[in-house]
C-alpha cells in the first residue's frame, strides 16, 4: 500500500527514539498509528543522520513544535536509520540534542516503502512530509528531492488550510477569507 491523498494513513508499528522534554533522559520505545488516532499528525521523512540539510529541517520543526502542538498536531520525524543512530546524531549535535518529538527508526524499510518515499537504491528516504488528519486519513503530502529542505511555515499554514474543513484560495493565510 502506497500513502495517497484521501486514503487511510498505512498503519506502522516502529520503534523509536526521543529525549524527555526537559532533556534529561532518553528514551526509546514503539509507537503505532493507531496511537495518534483522535489528533492530526505530521510525519516528515529524512535521508540520513549525520547529514548536512537533514538537521536545519529536524531543528526547523523543533522551533515550530509548540504551534503545531496548539493545532493539536503531533509531529514525527523518520528516517531509515536505528534509534541508537539518532541516539549518538543527538547526543553530538547540540541542536538535534533539544528535540522534542519522536524519531521513528524504520530499519526495515517497511515505513518509507510504505509512505511511497524510499529510494530502493540507496535505501534512504526522500523527505517526504505528510498531513495525517484524526481519522487516520492523509489530507495532505509533498515529497521533496534529497537537496532541497522544506518549509516548516508552509506545513503550517496548510495545517491551518485543512483545520478550516472550508475551502481555501491560492496563497491563503490564517485570518484571510475562505471561499463559499
Known sequence: MTAMIGQPAPGFDCQYYNRTKDGTDDQFGSLTLGELKGKWACLFFYPLDFTFVCPTELVAFNEKLEEFEDRDCTVLTASTDSGFSHKGWCDSHADLAKLKYLMLADNTHQLSRDYGVLKEDAGIAY????????????RWLAIHDLSVGRSVDEVLRVLDALQTDKLCPCNWTPGEETLN
Request: cysteine-free; charged content about 15%.
Open 127 to 138: 523527505r517526504g512530509i505528510f498531513l495525517i488528519d484524526p481519522q487516520g486519513v492523509i
